[in-house]
Nanobody, 125 residues
Framework: QVQLVESGGGLVQPGGSLRLSCATNGLAFDSTTVGWFRQGPGKEREFVAALMHAVQRTDYSDSVKGRFTVSRDLAKNTDYLQMNSLKPEDTAIYYC??????????????????WGQGTQVTVSS
């Protein structure tokens, strides 16, 4: 059974940094697309970033480009979302998601079968 386990959320001041982790068992990340999404209070879930392992490409939403970075550790079968220069509007529950192969429509949450449990990120002074 495939599981995605997230960690790394918390409370941080504006301008601070956090790193989220997304670890898996039962799914080889080197054959997948891993997406990150978030859902803020009263908002719909939105795309944040993706790492498309099969084609070695990354993609970021305009709201996080230049501040967030996705990466991976193959040995640990874990993907990371490094978040810098955090803003109060980044406050949300963050989810990682995975799907086999290259996903052209990786910005859509409908493209993913496997989801993590979500982790809360709060940016506040």
């Amino acid at each position: 059974q495939v599981q995605l386990v997230e960690s790394g959320g918390g409370l941080v001041q504006p301008g601070g940094s956090l790193r989220l982790s997304c670890a898996t068992n039962g799914l080889a990340f080197d054959s997948t697309t891993v997406g990150w999404f978030r859902q803020g209070p009263g908002k719909e879930r939105e795309f944040v970033a993706a790492l498309m392992h099969a084609v070695q490409r990354t993609d970021y939403s305009d709201s996080v480009k230049g501040r967030f970075t996705v990466s991976r550790d193959l040995a640990k079968n874990t993907d990371y979302l490094q978040m810098n220069s955090l803003k109060p509007e980044d406050t949300a529950i963050y989810y990682c998601a995975a799907e086999w192969g290259y996903r052209f429509d990786h910005r859509s949450d409908q493209s993913y079968t496997y989801w993590g449990q979500g982790t809360q990120v709060t940016v506040s002074s």
